[in-house]
């Protein structure tokens, strides 16, 4: 799995998500209980995961959206 998106915004999580979902890739959402845990005040950040042979079209998905990602590694 690679990290697809980086935030402390969980609405952009939920949005990615439900794009990546509506185009059939599964994605995992990393440390949702971690931020759970620190009282909501967004001090740790959330992580969108998504198999590797998806990344390339997730990155587009999420591109052609308007959701910002980090630059590629």
Do not use: W, Y
């Not at 439900?18 to 740790?44: K, N, P």
């Amino acid at each position: 799995m690679k990290e697809l998106l980086r935030t402390n915004d969980p609405t952009i999580v939920a949005f990615a998500s439900a794009l990546l979902r509506a185009e059939d890739i599964d994605c995992f959402d990393l440390d949702v209980h971690m931020s759970i845990l620190e009282g909501s005040i967004g001090v740790m950040p959330r992580r969108v995961m998504v198999a590797d042979e998806h990344l390339f079209r997730a990155r587009a998905i999420l591109a052609d959206n308007d959701v910002d990602l980090p630059d590629p590694q």
